[in-house]
């Protein structure tokens, strides 16, 4: 089934894009998650992936041309496709989620389009406000019904999969209508609010938005459940029956066990006849067998709870949700393995004190692998690479993604050229990024771009450990706590200290000896750090 994607709108304010640069042509198989487009915004070049699979048969938008958001990008669908119908009727949905599917109607019944939006009405949409966001939640109104709207006036922070960011109005009037509460959640392009002239019906526009443009008339399904509020928490506790039920027997007298009881009960010796069963309708089940205990004179022992079931149900985030996909899809397509290496670390620890007499000046052990690492791809562009379907794409300029630790998981701004900052700037940078992490106003250009990525979790006192690769990056550094152990220095035994780190690479990008290549020359970096200032 063909699908149309539009022109994506990737921040807050974009109106239009630039397709910067195409990675796939006509005729390539597209899988979800590939990257298609390079797309300029208002605010950045991002890259755009593809949320389908299939052939592109068409690009609608060649690069360097420029067109408004929701304007037709490409078709992706079966190779061979016919897919004039959908060029000539120039139909398309409001975004690239919203795919439209070409099928047979001789035998389906649809319904008309609602009526268009009178004027003077504006229905604002949930915006995608991040380059993976699907779903956004209203994290807080600053207005309310009723309120008078200017445009540039903020409406409500929206929390995204990477951030919670400020969402203002384009329009001006009356808000009419709210469509989400503070803490609901829905997919983008669903009807966040309606502004208009004061005192408007919107009984008609709210009608029409709740029924969609074509309607094809298929089996019912399941209802969709209500929108779940993040942060949810719901305690489920088992209570005890006043008396149990009796033990179940099917209709010929068949006590009616689980197969994994009766197996349980063979091996244990428990006489089934004798258990009180605790699952539907009285079934046995492991539970009972588990919990089974022979009375003295052979009566029936009943279970009796021996205490209270407690769970806890968190609704996940869109940062969680944004983590398991993303990392989950880097862990099953990128083939990793990994290089340990351990550094002496009584240089940088000298070098460090050293460093921090200066007036007003204090830097950390990160910012020195930091640094370092940024030297050291610079030397090694192979690592400072990602894979693509059609090339191996290797960056000449270093931008280090330093992974954050945040209440709904973590987050990866990125140090631009950091190579060519000083050790005080890249501190600045990290905590500044950290400190604003934590309270989710990192701007989505701020976690964009990164060649490399490192994750430092050497401050809780982990001494080893491996990373899953940030993608599109080729590898990624893990990097462990300073310890102090006994080593072997010109024959002596001393007490020294030193450092574990782990190169997680793509093997697709990364050989083996290219990889300790690299990790050589940044241990002559980190062990010897003078040769970073001079």
């Given at each position: ?262 197996k349980l009960a063979s091996e244990k010796g428990v006489d089934l006849s004798r258990v009180q069963g605790t699952g539907d309708h009285g079934r046995i089940i492991k539970r009972d067998i588990d919990n089974y205990q022979p009375q003295a004179g052979g009566g029936v022992q009943a279970f009796t709870p021996r205490g209270t079931e407690s769970i806890t149900e968190i609704a996940n985030s869109q940062m969680r949700k944004t983590i398991a996909k993303r990392l989950s899809a880097s862990k099953f397509t990128a083939p990793h393995y990994y290089l340990g290496v351990e550094f002496d670390m009584d240089n940088a620890i000298a070098f460090r004190t050293q460093y921090n007499t200066i007036p007003d000046t204090k830097i950390s052990f990160n910012d020195i692998v930091v640094k370092a690492v940024a030297l050291a791809l610079k030397q090694h562009p192979q690592v400072n690479a990602k ?148």
């Open positions: 089934m063909a699908k149309i994607i539009n022109m994506p709108r990737l921040s807050d304010t974009m109106e239009e894009g630039t397709v910067a640069k195409w990675f796939k042509k006509v005729g390539d198989k597209i899988n979800e998650g590939d990257i298609l487009a390079e797309i300029e915004t208002d605010k950045a070049t991002m890259e755009f992936e593809s949320f389908n699979e299939g052939e592109l048969l068409h690009i609608g938008i060649q690069e360097g041309g420029t067109a408004p958001v929701d304007t037709l990008l490409a078709i992706i669908g079966e190779k061979g496709e016919d897919i004039s119908g959908l060029l000539s009727s120039g139909e398309a949905p409001k975004s690239e989620d919203q795919v439209e599917e070409v099928t047979s109607t001789s035998q389906e019944e649809t319904v008309a389009a609602p009526a268009s939006i009178p004027e003077g009405i504006e229905v604002i949409n949930m915006p995608r406000l991040s380059d993976t966001m699907e779903e956004g939640t209203v994290a807080k109104w600053n207005k309310k019904v009723g309120d008078t709207v200017n445009e540039g006036d903020i409406l409500a922070e929206i929390e995204t999969d990477k951030a919670t960011m400020e969402f203002e109005s384009f329009h001006q009037g009356t808000l009419l209508h709210i469509g989400l509460n503070e803490g609901e959640s829905a997919p983008v392009d669903s009807v966040l609010a309606i502004i208009g002239e004061k005192g408007t019906d919107i009984s008609g526009v709210l009608a029409a938005q709740s029924q969609p443009a074509a309607v094809t008339e298929k089996p019912a399904t399941e209802p969709t459940p209500a929108p779940v509020k993040p942060e949810v928490v719901a305690e489920v506790k088992a209570t005890p029956q006043a008396a149990p039920p009796p033990i179940k027997t099917s209709s010929n007298g068949r006590i009616v066990a689980s197969p994994l009881a009766k894979w693509e379907d059609h090339q191996i794409t290797q960056h000449h300029h270093v931008h280090v993604g330093v992974a954050v630790a945040v209440e709904d998981g973590l987050v990866v701004p990125v140090v631009k050229f950091t190579d060519e900052q000083t050790l005080p700037q890249i501190g600045a940078t990290v905590k500044d990024y950290a400190v604003r992490a934590r309270d989710k106003k990192l701007t989505p250009d701020e976690m964009d771009g990164s060649t490399f990525t490192i994750s430092n979790l050497g401050m809780f006192g982990i001494q080893e450990f491996t990373s899953i690769i940030n993608q599109p990056n080729g590898a990624i550094l893990s990097v462990g706590a300073i310890v102090q152990k006994p080593l072997v220095k010109e024959g002596q035994i001393v007490v020294g200290n030193t450092m574990k780190l782990t190169l997680a690479c793509d093997h697709r990008v990364v050989d083996g000896a290219t990889g300790a290549l690299f990790l050589q020359t940044l241990r002559t970096f980190v062990e010897n750090p003078l040769t970073m200032v001079v």
